[in-house]
């Protein structure tokens, strides 16, 4: 089989498509022919080495795929061979073929395309999770979500829009904003053109949003804090701008808000009953027709460098996908 490898931490572009030998199912795994899978942002790090896991080299990056399992280990009941399952396995999903243990993979619901379930789990699990136990959204609530054109966020203008609330997307140009609003963002800020503290409090009658869902972090945290009303919420997702902002702790104490980190891969973990419920939900939601994942672009796993440097360039729009 093939993969793409990465021998060594650095770009994108050094990301090997070479031969491996096809993986054997242990105890309690599954092996799984590939046809599509998700690309998200902890790639862009995993291979710079500058993600929370660290996997040792080389390694197979991806963790989220679509496929239809074709082995299966000792003392696997729950998936069989033939079974179309999605598989959350931070690393291996590039490849042909990749092991998952029984516990990562979940049936595709009904006829699902194999692009839409491969890209869909960890955007929305990550997204529903934080705007439901994190920020606790509730309807009639106003939801600020920044880089609202990119996977997490057009996924949390979609869900928080579904959930109730007020929805002012911002992104970088007019382009992702139209994007966001078909997604049912109400309101739309470009951030590269516009004052994003003062469109904020204008767009509140001057209240602030109360719910701020930031995936981008870099310069825009800090106005963007500024514009959160009291009692507010801020849901720290993640890093895409670039660089780790610095916000001073004076303003959540003069808003009585509250910074609220989002880390979905360990709430899996440790709240694994209360991430199969939100699951069930977002599986029914999807099932009903309320929620419709959008695919930006379609790539073959062999460019996988190419796909990741989309998202280090923020040039994706929706899910990046792979297809076998």
């Not at 891969?265 to 009903?288: I, K, S, Y």
Request: hydrophobic share 45%.
């Amino acid at each position: 089989m093939k993969a793409l490898v990465c021998t060594t931490h650095g770009d994108p572009e050094l990301l090997e498509w070479r031969d491996m030998p096809e993986p054997e199912p242990g105890p309690g795994q599954v092996r799984i022919a590939v046809r599509a899978a998700g690309v998200n942002f902890p790639e862009t790090l995993i291979i710079r080495n500058l993600y929370q896991f660290k996997p040792p080299l080389p390694f197979v990056p991806g963790g989220e795929a679509a496929g239809v399992v074709e082995a299966v280990g000792e003392g696997v009941s729950r998936v069989k061979p033939g079974d179309r399952v999605i598989a959350m396995t931070g690393t291996g999903a590039f490849a042909e073929k990749m092991l998952a243990g029984e516990a990562q993979v979940v049936p595709i619901p009904g006829d699902l395309p194999d692009d839409v379930a491969a890209g869909f789990t960890m955007t929305y699990g990550t997204s529903h999770h934080a705007l439901k136990q994190r920020g606790a959204l509730k309807p009639g609530e106003t939801l600020l979500v920044l880089g609202a054109a990119g996977g997490v966020g057009l996924a949390a203008v979609e869900l928080g829009k579904l959930m109730g609330a007020r929805v002012i997307a911002a992104a970088s140009s007019a382009e992702k904003l139209a994007l966001a609003r078909r997604y049912g963002a109400d309101e739309g800020i470009d951030y590269q053109a516009e004052d994003l503290k003062e469109r904020v409090k204008a767009l509140t009658g001057g209240r602030g949003a109360d719910v701020i869902y930031d995936p981008v972090g870099d310069r825009w945290a800090e106005p963007a804090f500024r514009a959160i009303a009291w009692n507010g919420r801020y849901l720290v997702v993640g890093f895409a701008g670039g660089e780790i902002p610095r916000l001073p702790l004076n303003l959540p104490l003069i808003k009585g808000a509250s910074l609220v980190g989002v880390f979905w891969g360990a709430f899996t973990q440790m709240e694994p009953e209360v991430h199969r419920a939100n699951m069930a939900e977002l599986v029914a939601w999807l099932a009903e027709g309320k929620l419709k994942p959008h695919v930006g672009a379609r790539l073959p796993l062999a460019e996988g460098g190419r796909a990741i440097r989309m998202l280090m360039d923020r040039k994706a729009m929706g899910k990046v996908i792979l297809e076998a």
